[in-house]
């Protein structure tokens, strides 16, 4: 198979490059061909070079502030070149406001300071992959939030809450004795809440109230494709609690990622079907 070809430039009157090159060492370690076109490249003459070169994918980056401009003008350009197959990702100090924008105006994905070049050869590998086999989907945001779990010293008293002032019912109740856990399902419009009771002292959901307390325990994301996405988390650099999935309460997959992630959230995905959550 043909080894992913990327050209990382630098578009406008930016002088700096020590991070455009970073990056571009950091993707040949990951085994990819890079070409770096230097500083001060115009988008037309960066749209030329990557057809020239037969690119995948171009990386621009920017610092100077005019990335509104010249991100969107390289994309306008590979349109009308007629290589819109060509991915384009950018970097550099962009504000998260403009982030949306670019995105939304065919820039595939941007990088911000801080992103580890391992995420970002991960991302662009897949991307690329994806495109070349016409497949789509794992890059994509998860479906939505399928649960959120919070953890109570007693069902029956949290119940009270729940149910007397917003008339939320339980579906189901469910005992996990692998978790030392007891699960009671309250379904919303949009998603669940599950209330997770201790079993005994031993269960990690009595070791996170010994130790923090009642409350929120955890966030869960549906997803397609689970054990895709962990792959993929995994080559990001994301640190998992579970690298394939289990059965969850309800019997669906389930994997929970490391607390470290998400500045000390602990977040489940789970694969859910006819959008029925889990534990």
Do not use: W
């Amino acid at each position: 198979m043909r080894k992913i070809r990327v050209l990382v430039a630098k578009p406008g009157l930016d002088g700096h490059d020590r991070g455009a090159l970073i990056i571009s060492q950091a993707l040949r370690d990951a085994g990819m061909e890079v070409i770096y076109t230097g500083l001060r490249q115009t988008p037309k003459k960066i749209v030329k070079a990557a057809i020239q070169e037969d690119v995948d994918a171009i990386g621009l980056s920017s610092l100077s502030g005019a990335h509104n401009v010249l991100f969107p003008e390289v994309v306008k350009l590979l349109k009308t070149e007629n290589a819109e197959d060509i991915l384009v990702f950018g970097g550099g100090v962009i504000p998260y406001e403009d982030i949306k924008n670019l995105e939304q105006n065919g820039i595939k994905k941007i990088f911000t300071p801080g992103t580890s070049t391992k995420t970002i050869a991960a991302f662009i590998e897949k991307a690329v992959m994806e495109k070349r086999n016409g497949q789509l989907g794992i890059l994509d945001p998860p479906n939505g939030i399928d649960h959120i779990g919070i953890a109570v010293r007693s069902i029956d008293d949290a119940l009270l809450f729940y149910r007397n002032h917003f008339s939320i019912e339980v579906e189901k109740v469910v005992e996990v004795e692998s978790q030392q856990v007891k699960v009671a399902f309250l379904p919303l419009t949009n998603c669940k809440l599950e209330l997770l009771e201790p079993l005994s002292d031993d269960g990690a959901i009595a070791k996170f109230i010994n130790k923090k307390g009642e409350g929120i325990h955890h966030i869960a994301f549906s997803v397609n494709s689970l054990q895709d996405r962990l792959d993929q988390l995994k080559k990001e650099g994301v640190k998992l609690i579970n690298e394939t999935p289990k059965n969850g309460a309800g019997g669906y997959p389930i994997a929970f990622l490391h607390p470290k992630n998400a500045n000390g959230v602990l977040v489940e995905l789970c694969e859910t079907h006819n959008n029925e959550g889990d534990e």
